[in-house]
């Protein structure tokens, strides 16, 4: 990988840096305070074009690549994390999924206005009693002539009740387990389609979790995704790319994180001359920076072979393990940093520091991610 960024690339960053700080940075402790979603940002972003950046112009995208997204999402959770998540949610995981498996008429049913930003997408995997074994999920899904009849519930459904899109899997043959999950389309309205509880969160807290329930819910044979018996294979595919997307929120948190800390330590003195200039502190900063340049190279390694079309899933659980796990490690600095300022709410690093520790979780935990990587180095 040649470590450079075209000129749109660098235009780009330039622009939604400039977005998030007028947009986004001056309500972000607000939101947060809160837990409120804010869908008025999620429309700025569809009218600038970052809502659909990877896909072709044919269904409503910017045409770009997967390094531009990872460059977006990374310049908005720099700010705030929050907003972060809900765009890699909407493309790398409710979009994507829809884009590489759907069917023409699905993609101009759906990837088109999710693309555009007039719709936002979601992903429902997660149940209370299959988490990090998606296999065991109990959802089923049933066909009934022209429908399916979906039944059950899932958990910690990023931008649940908000979006009007979600990929949602379930059982069609229990038996089967893994081989037996189907993936589907259901649109926000359906019948039986219930949100339930809104969950109370250490982190992201404007960006909305909830819980979700399909009682009878019947949705159109023809929002099966892809064939009877993928699901599985669209759920993991589809988190593969999802990693990509939480390593660069995870990314934009430790650069926000550094940011705050260095322009503290510059204008805070303690013995006579700023903090900055004392080793202590000086190192940690420096320690800071190389963690933070480590975390960018692997994140953009893993969006650059996704934007090739060559494998990424060792790449991307590289990246996502690496950088989380240096978003809570810069944060905590962060706060040591900032001392006692570091513990309340009138600087942005405790936020930083709620937020850092999801992105060790979702997406898969560090400890699946570990998983993965070892399970592919020693694959025969």
């Known amino acids: 990988m040649h470590v450079s960024y075209t000129d749109e690339q660098n235009m780009i960053r330039s622009m939604v840096r400039d977005f998030a700080k007028n947009e986004i940075e001056p309500t972000a402790a607000l939101r947060d305070e809160e837990e409120r979603f804010d869908r008025a940002l999620f429309d700025k972003m569809g009218e600038i074009g970052l809502t659909g950046i990877p896909w072709p112009e044919k269904y409503g995208g910017l045409a770009s690549d997967f390094i531009t997204y990872a460059i ?86 990023t931008n649940g009740g908000e979006a009007e899109v979600y990929i949602v899997f379930a059982m069609t043959d229990m038996q089967q387990r893994q081989k037996g999950c189907s993936a589907f389309i259901v649109e926000k309205g359906a019948a039986g389609f219930i949100f339930g509880n809104k969950e109370k969160k250490l982190g992201i807290r404007s960006s909305p979790t909830i819980e979700m329930r399909f009682e009878n819910c019947r949705v159109p044979a023809e929002n099966l995704l892809g064939q009877e018996g993928e699901g599985f294979r669209i759920a993991m595919r589809s988190l593969d790319g999802g990693r990509i997307g939480i390593a660069a929120q995870a990314l934009g948190i430790s650069q926000g994180a550094m940011d705050a800390s260095i322009s ?50 060792k790449e991307a659980a590289i990246a996502k393990l690496f950088a989380s796990d240096t978003a809570v490690q810069v944060s905590i600095e962060a706060v040591q940093i900032f001392g006692g300022y570091g513990y309340t709410k009138d600087f942005p690093v405790e936020r930083y520091l709620r937020d850092a520790k999801v992105t060790q979780i979702y997406e898969g935990t560090n400890e699946i991610q570990r998983l993965v990587i070892s399970r592919m180095l020693l694959a025969d």
């Open 72 to 157: 977006v999402v990374e310049e908005l959770s720099r700010v705030c994390a929050s907003t972060g998540v809900m765009l890699s949610v909407h493309t790398s995981l409710a979009s994507w999924a829809i884009y590489k498996y759907g069917t023409e008429a699905q993609k101009l049913q759906f990837l088109r206005p999710l693309a555009e930003g007039k719709k936002l997408g979601a992903y429902s995997l997660t149940e209370s009693g299959s988490g990090s074994d998606a296999g065991a999920m109990r959802t089923t899904a049933k066909k009934d002539g022209d429908s399916y009849v979906l039944n059950g519930s899932k958990l910690f459904v």
């Open 264 to 313: 503290y330590a510059k204008e805070r003195s303690q013995f006579g001359k700023p903090i900055g200039k004392q080793q202590a502190i000086a190192f940690k900063i420096a320690d800071m920076a190389t963690k933070i340049e480590a975390a960018r190279l692997l994140t953009y390694q893993a969006a650059w072979r996704e934007s090739k079309g060559l494998t990424y899933g």
